[in-house]
């Protein structure tokens, strides 16, 4: 915790960004390439789905971290409410377009693989109508957070937002067995083996470590895009004050 | 791709383009603060030749 602490220090997290940005930019391309390699060519086609299983290397992991984007979110937004931490308010801000971004991504392949598989593009059932609530949420957050002439209110009733907001990421997760869904129940994150082929399961993961690092990727920029919009906020003030 | 062409391609085009879109819009908007700094920064510090008067030695 105490490690955590020292990163709140917006200086200290300018400069720690700096140095790992590099990095995690590389290792995203890197994680990109090998995964796209194996969802596009080393992977069969699926004896159900056919060809259309390649869309799920990307249908799967975007909502992973849409899911993922929105905890982060929630919980950027309860240190903020809890310990003020400068940097929280900040983190949740920047989250929220890009946890937008993943979600659109899940709604729009889920549709392109939903109509060849199930015959249709919508259907209004648990798992599919919490994604569209995520969505919802999202853009609420971004819209609540601009909302007020005082950036410390509008940041705080994004934050309770966020924070009522996720209970729908345990609905999203459990929709699928709480509900007769005509969605597919989980077949990766179970207690039993995973229920797809090494094979599928292989480019799978390697495309949800690509997301997750282009995620983390895109928060980091982000971040460091709000922290100088508040300095340049900040010394328009002062000149204007000392005028 | 199995006669499923017309799904899988659109669905991968439109993930790339919802990915790249928001890397340029950050770098954009990050971008556009870096500079905006700069300027501020750049109109804040004295000019050359116009220097504080030194402390009188009495």
């Known amino acids: 915790m105490a490690n955590l602490h020292r990163f709140a220090n917006p200086n200290r997290f300018l400069r720690f960004s700096r140095v ?3 990095w995690l930019a590389g290792i995203t391309a890197l994680l990109f390439i090998v995964g796209l390699y194996y969802a596009l060519f080393a992977s069969p086609a699926d004896y159900q789905q056919g060809e259309t299983v390649r869309i799920m290397y990307v249908h799967v992991p975007a909502a992973w971290i849409s899911m993922f984007g929105y905890s982060v979110m929630a919980g950027a937004s309860a240190t903020a409410l809890i310990w003020r931490h400068p940097l929280a308010d900040i983190t949740a801000r920047a989250a929220a377009p890009i946890g937008a971004g993943f979600t659109l991504i899940t709604l729009a392949t ?3 693989w939903g109509k060849p598989m199930w015959g249709t593009w919508w259907v209004w059932d648990a798992r599919l109508t919490s994604v569209l609530i995520l969505f919802f949420l999202y853009l609420g957050h971004i819209a609540l957070s601009r909302a007020f002439d005082d950036p410390t209110r509008g940041a705080k009733a994004a934050a ?19 509900w007769n869904v005509l969605h597919q129940p989980a077949s990766v994150s179970r207690l039993a083996a995973p229920a797809i082929d090494p094979s ?14 282009y995620f983390l990727t895109l928060l980091l920029l982000q971040i460091r895009a709000e922290l100088t919009h508040r300095k340049v906020r900040a010394l328009q003030l002062a000149q204007a004050s000392a005028q | 791709m199995g006669g499923h062409a017309a799904f899988i391609w659109p669905a991968l085009g439109l993930t790339a383009a919802v990915l790249i879109l928001m890397l340029v819009a950050t770098l954009y ?3 556009s603060g870096e500079a905006a700094l700069s300027r501020l920064k750049a ?5 050359p030749g ?3 008067p030194a402390p009188d030695a009495g």
């Open chain 1, 20 to 22: 790992i940005l590099p």
């Open chain 1, 110 to 112: 889920g549709s392109l």
């Open chain 1, 160 to 178: 309770v937002l966020a924070l009522v907001g996720f209970v729908n990421v345990p609905i999203i997760k459990f929709s699928v067995d709480w």
């Open chain 1, 200 to 213: 599928m399961l292989r480019p799978l993961l390697i495309m949800a470590l690509a997301f997750t690092f």
């Open chain 2, 29 to 31: 908007s990050l971008r």
């Open chain 2, 43 to 47: 109109t804040r510090e004295p000019r």
């Open chain 2, 50 to 52: 116009r220097r504080s």
